[in-house]
């Protein structure tokens, strides 16, 4: 079955540092992943999107995320972090089940941001 | 831009109580879904519907039931609300049913509370 881990449940850096939040998936397809980021009191926003092509795939408000085959890995980074970026950020991949496609989150990643 | 409105930010319901959560999407989506967000689980997939009238169990369906008469609305209802029903509720909506690039658009959530 498919699964999504998000090993870190919270992480906490100073503005302007570097951040990565991990992601690895377990499936047994092609996998079609995604970066989503809560906000709040709010839905989801999709940060970025992997189908297929190039392993670095750039997204909104400065977020990239690599992805990694051999790792099942879809690490998401950002070079330097603003005080807004503070949210909970979840790691998606979509897959085939009952002739249509699914969304299988992982529990989530809560960043805080330190002025 | 895509547009997932749900009908009420907070709801507060007594035990016992029929509880209906609305989703409204105006771009013309085959596919909606509900889901239910607790700290520490990450959104867990309620029902989904490819289609009108048409309706598949997720991981979680036990005490909900859905509804969809029209393609822009989807309707997730509670029989007799339980304390343990008290949650944030996602509504997300999708393209097309046979794509594989369905990236889900989520409404802002309802955050629902049983007493």
């Known amino acids: 079955a498919q699964s999504v881990t998000q090993p870190d449940i919270h992480i906490t850096v100073s503005e302007g540092a570097s951040l990565e939040l991990r992601c690895n998936y377990s499936y047994g397809a092609t996998p079609y992943l995604f970066w989503y980021v809560q906000s709040p009191g709010q839905g989801l926003q999709l940060l970025l999107k992997y189908f297929s092509g190039d392993t670095l795939v750039q997204g909104i408000k400065g977020f990239e995320a690599e992805f990694k085959r051999s790792q099942s890995s879809f690490n998401l980074r950002k070079p330097s972090v603003h005080w807004s970026d503070a949210a909970e950020y979840f790691c998606a991949v979509l897959y085939s089940g009952a002739g249509s496609y699914q969304l299988t989150f992982g529990k989530g990643t809560k960043l805080s941001v330190i002025p | 831009d895509v547009k997932v409105t749900q009908s009420s930010r907070y709801l507060v319901k007594r035990t016992g109580e029929k509880v209906f959560l609305e989703c409204v999407q105006d771009m013309d989506h085959e596919n909606m879904f509900w889901y239910r967000q607790d700290p520490g689980l990450g959104l867990r997939l309620i029902y989904f519907?490819?289609?009108?009238?048409?309706?598949e169990k997720g991981d979680i369906p036990e005490g909900y039931s859905v509804s969809r008469e029209k393609k822009e609305r989807f309707s997730l209802i509670l029989e007799s609300a339980s304390t343990n029903q008290t949650s944030m509720y996602l509504c997300a909506s999708s393209l097309h049913r046979g794509s594989s690039y369905n990236e889900q658009f989520f409404g802002p959530g309802t955050r629902l509370t049983v007493l």
């Open positions: 519907s490819y289609d009108v009238k048409m309706k």
